[in-house]
């Protein structure tokens, strides 16, 4: 079941949204503090969560093709934040579950840590300081992980 993003924000913050909901392009449910939970299975283009507070965790399934922004998200408990090296504008990074497998989220990047490893390499230097604290994060999120 494929819906407009209007009728999935909706949906999904009087807490009716069906499990497995495909969202025909992006997601915005920013600064919805009163949110708590998204449907198991949810698919969609992007996702924008920021200032989600009431956010506890990132549902089971959930599938984001393009970027997720979870930028304030203060109550997710199934999440490892790293803070990027100084000098870098960069908000906060999260290591999350998405798309089947542990994630990375670098502002518009989301992809495996692997992937990022490499991008970060590439940019930064091999065995740069930014690569080392987003490793030290997904050892924590993999540690947190039953």
């Known amino acids: 079941m494929t819906i407009t993003p209007d009728n999935a924000r909706k949906l999904i913050l009087a807490g009716t949204a069906p499990k ?15 949110l708590t939970a998204l449907p198991e299975g949810l698919t969609c283009d992007w996702l924008d969560l920021t200032g989600c507070t009431g ?6 399934g959930l599938s984001v093709g393009g970027w997720l922004d979870l930028t304030g998200c203060t109550g997710l408990v199934n999440v490892a ?26 502002g518009c990047w989301l992809d495996t840590p692997e992937a990022t490893y490499a991008a970060i390499a590439k940019k930064y230097g091999p065995d740069s300081e930014y690569e080392s604290i987003v490793r030290e994060a997904v050892e924590r999120f993999e540690g947190m992980q039953p």
Do not use: I, Q, Y
């Open 55 to 60: 956010l506890t965790a990132l549902p089971e």
């Open 81 to 106: 934040w790293f803070a990027k090296p100084a000098g870098n504008e960069s908000r906060p990074g999260p290591v999350c579950h998405v798309n089947g497998g542990t994630r990375v989220s670098l």
């Open 20 to 34: 497995n909901m495909s969202v025909g392009s992006g997601l915005d449910l920013t600064g919805c503090t009163g």
